[in-house]
């Protein structure tokens, strides 16, 4: 079975969205993870006819923060964007952790509150019968591969995303963490860097490019390691930060680069 590759659309703050969605399905992607705003996009119903008319599906919402005290309002709308996720038929539902705690180092507490609030959107969710997935991320409450290790160990209902960039700044080898979280993996972020400092409790900063455009990752063996798994999930390439690319040739770089690879 092909694989399903989806275009994250994170550096699309205010798009005109139909124009841009006919662009990706001509660049040869087969979905889109959507992060706008609501207030932005419209309603289930506009969102689901401006795919239609491209025949491009949403295959993921993101959240919006990730509030591991609970705070109600913050909880609040990101229930309303997994009843959105769910009202347009999305795959799955992805959220990030919150920011690491800048007073003191993050304890097992910080990790457990998380891994609740992940367990509470979870159940929220599952009326939908929609699955909800944490994205591995630097920067965040989970920023090591200890911590993410504990955290997983928390979790029940929620599932996994591997962002590939994030487990190879942590010094995880992309490979091995897909095989060992495989029976939770149900989403896959491919995203590349060229360079980095940070690390060892401080923060990453990192030099992101187009995927293929560094030296750090295996792409080819990520993709072969998914195969040999048997996933049969949602792709999702991240476009990097190169400053004299457009929309248009991010979509197609990016795309061409799978191609590249026999995909």
């Known amino acids: 079975m092909p694989f399903k590759f989806g275009y994250s659309t994170l550096r699309w703050q205010t798009p005109d969205l139909e124009p841009l969605l006919v662009q990706l399905k001509e660049a040869?992607?087969?979905?889109?993870?959507?992060?706008?705003?609501?207030?932005?996009?419209?309603?289930?119903?506009?969102?689901?006819?401006?795919?239609?008319?491209?025949?491009?599906?949403?295959?993921?919402?993101?959240?919006?923060?990730?509030?591991?005290?609970?705070?109600?309002?913050?909880?609040?709308?990101?229930?309303?964007?997994?009843?959105?996720?769910?009202?347009?038929?999305a795959d799955c539902f992805m959220f990030m952790g919150a920011g690491k705690p800048r007073d003191s180092d993050t304890s097992y507490n910080h990790i457990a509150a998380l891994a609740d609030?992940?367990?509470?959107?979870?159940?929220?969710?599952?009326?939908?019968?929609?699955?909800?997935?944490?994205?591995i991320h630097t920067n965040t409450t989970v920023?090591?591969?200890?911590?993410?290790?504990?955290?997983?160990?928390?979790?029940?209902?929620?599932?996994?995303?591997?962002?590939?960039?994030?487990?190879?700044?942590?010094?995880?080898?992309?490979?091995?963490?897909?095989?060992?979280?495989?029976?939770?993996?149900?989403?896959?972020?491919?995203?590349?860097?060229?360079?980095?400092?940070?690390?060892?409790?401080?923060?990453?900063?990192?030099?992101?490019v187009d995927i293929g455009g560094g030296s750090s990752i295996d792409f080819p063996g990520i993709m072969e390691t998914l195969k040999s798994i048997g996933f049969d999930r949602w792709i999702t390439a991240c476009p990097g930060e190169v400053e004299d690319r457009t929309d248009e040739d991010r979509m197609k770089v990016n795309r061409d680069y799978l191609r590249q690879l026999g995909y």
């Not at 401006?50 to 591991?68: D, F, R």
């Not at 090591?144 to 209902?157: G, H, P, Q, V």
């Not at 599932?159 to 979280?181: F, M, N, Q, T």
Request: aromatic fraction near 12%; hydrophobic fraction near 35%; charge should be negative.
């Open 143 to 208: 920023d090591s591969i200890e911590d993410w290790a504990k955290y997983m160990s928390l979790l029940r209902k929620c599932k996994l995303c591997i962002d590939v960039s994030h487990s190879a700044l942590w010094g995880y080898d992309p490979i091995e963490s897909i095989r060992r979280y495989k029976e939770q993996l149900i989403y896959v972020h491919l995203q590349d860097y060229v360079s980095f400092s940070g690390g060892d409790g401080k923060d990453y900063q990192v030099n992101w």
């Open 117 to 135: 609030v992940s367990e509470e959107w979870a159940e929220y969710a599952a009326q939908y019968e929609l699955e909800v997935c944490y994205h």
């Open 28 to 89: 040869g992607w087969h979905g889109w993870e959507m992060r706008q705003s609501l207030d932005w996009v419209g309603t289930p119903a506009h969102v689901r006819r401006t795919c239609e008319n491209v025949g491009l599906p949403v295959v993921v919402v993101t959240a919006q923060g990730l509030p591991i005290d609970k705070d109600w309002a913050q909880m609040e709308l990101n229930k309303r964007r997994i009843d959105f996720a769910a009202e347009v038929g």
